[in-house]
């Protein structure tokens, strides 16, 4: 449960609604009686992920990269803006830099330049990364530790989050950034849980780790992710400020790997590559005081978070192939 803001009919706007940490966002707006519009161009998201909405979402099928924004701000008044559509994966803009320049950094732009331009009172809250950091400085990561991203979709999403919290003092826009650690759950199909539930059920007696297991990560269930966004809305300043959004547990690879084992029932001999990729840091653990303050306190246990991912593997992603 969030605070005890009313989001009963409340219009509010989810850009990248039908995507993974969207559509759970979706999810718990509508529960919450929001009326949902999402904008999403499903180039990585889809319609079916709206499809526990309850019917009190609609979408608008649009690039952000095109949108007039202004019009759209104009027609109606939305109480809060969550800002979610984006290239979400390095790889990608490390191939296509120019592309994820234009959606992630100026496609965020074109939307505030909107919300300047037409006096916009509502709340924006932009969905950051923990790409931000690049090699984490210091461990456990902190808000206010050094930025030095270390791919082209780092970057843009530092420039954006900076040009918000400027749009923010500037123009008395309220606003805040999100920097979301690694998130799982249910319709993900990308990232090391998905990839290891895969592999496990692909070749249930034998799985291989990159690594010796010992890499530390902070894996967050999705719906708790999405519920911290709606948090910041409801208690934060908005003043511009920045929230990591993680579990605040730390997990080795090797751990996430023999939870996965035990509900999956699987005993798999674990093979180790021995060395870690260049540039994976060895351990990354989140200090996440700042959303704590918010009260925000993480609801879903790992071990029941892939409970509910390997529940959704199973209707959905194993039933289909
Ligand atoms: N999943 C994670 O662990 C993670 C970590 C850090 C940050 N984030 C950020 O959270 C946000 C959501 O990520 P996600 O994991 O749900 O990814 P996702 O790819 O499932 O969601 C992104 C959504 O944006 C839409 N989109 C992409 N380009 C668009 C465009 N030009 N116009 C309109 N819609 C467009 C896609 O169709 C998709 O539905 C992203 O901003 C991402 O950078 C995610």
Redesign the pocket.
Known sequence: MTGHYGWQGKRVLV??G?????SHLVEQLARAGALVTV???????CRENLGRANGNATLFE????QVAWEELLRKEQYEAIFH?????YVPPSVERPAWDYA?NLD?TFRLLEALRGTKWPGKLIY?????VYGNPARIPIAEDDPTVPISPYGVA?LAAERYVAVYGQLYGLKVASLR????YGPR?RK?VVYDLIQKINQNPTELFLHGDGTQVRDFNYVEDAARAMMIVAENGALQGEVYNVASGRDCSIGELASSLCRVLHAQPRLLYSGSVRPGDPEKWMVDIKRLSELRYRPQVSLEEGLRRTIGWYRETVARSA
């Open positions: 850009t990248g039908a995507g993974f940490i969207g904008l999403d161009d499903l180039t990585a998201g649009l690039d952000i990269r979610l559509a984006a290239n979400a959606i496609g969905a950051s990364s923990a790409a999403k979301f650690f690694s998130v993900q990232q």
